[in-house]
């Protein structure tokens, strides 16, 4: 329980991440100013693994911007260089892939081994102009947890209106063999055991797409509604351990900003 319990809190705060940083972005774009975002946040979300129901929770959210550290919900970094349309920072963030075979209605599932999250530690650039906003990102296992090694790439562009913003995100993710192993993988111990198929993935493309509404209440005060859409690859989706090639959240909540 406890374990389904952090789960649910790091999906929450990583999900909530993508307001955060619209609110950050249009801070920035606004005025040169820095300071915390607080506030409180809702999720579901669906599970890839076969016999693992929806989670959902609502928990506290916090946010930091400033000159040269930034805190956003569970990554946190070091901005190396950063100018108006410029922004290259080192970060340490909380990655909340796991499985607990306990979690699993599978008797299949309930025969394997946990899979544990870790901690990914790596290089973040981001390039703001008037026709959007570019971000990419490499990390590896910062713990040793899973030893893999991830990068994503993503293109977002915020529509303002009055006092709303629609923030709508493309992007892919790329998963290294090791990564996918270690949380889609089963080995030969685990086929023996649980009678599921012996499987070994290589490293895997997943698209995205992600769309955040941000309301402006006052000054200080914002209201956010965010959907994202995962789409596993082949390498991914055809572990016998997966149950579905797609994931899907929904969230939303409240941030006060300082």
Known sequence: MR?????????????????????????????NRWGFNLGIGATVT???????????????LLGYEGDWLYLRGLSGGVH?????????????????QNFYA??????AMRKLDDRYS??????????????????????????GVNNGVTANASYSYPIRFASMSLTPTLGVQWTDVNYNDY???????????SGLSHYSPQAALAPYGELTLRVGLSD????????KALFLGEEVSN???VERSNKYSLSGGFLYAF
């Not at 669906?46 to 506290?60: D, F, K, M, N, W």
């Not at 306990?102 to 008797?107: D, F, N, R, V």
């Not at 200080?220 to 965010?226: C, Q």
């Open 102 to 107: 306990s979690w699993s209605e599978s008797s």
């Open 220 to 227: 200080s005060w914002s209201a956010f509604v965010s959907g």
């Open 118 to 143: 870790s901690a990914m530690a790596g290089i973040n650039y981001r390039l703001r102009t008037d026709l959007g906003v570019l971000a990419a990102t490499l990390s590896t296992d910062a713990l």
């Open 46 to 60: 669906t599970s890839e693994y076969r016999g693992v129901e929806r989670l959902g929770t609502a928990l506290p």
């Open 3 to 31: 374990q389904k319990v952090l789960s649910c809190i790091a999906t929450v705060t990583i999900i909530v991440c993508a307001a955060v940083a619209v609110q950050a972005e249009e801070s920035t774009s606004t005025s």
């Open 183 to 193: 949380y889609y993988g089963v080995s030969k111990s685990e086929a023996q055991a």
């Open 239 to 241: 572990s016998p351990m």
């Open 80 to 96: 190396l260089f950063k100018n108006e349309n410029h922004e290259i920072n080192v970060q340490l963030s909380y990655l909340p």
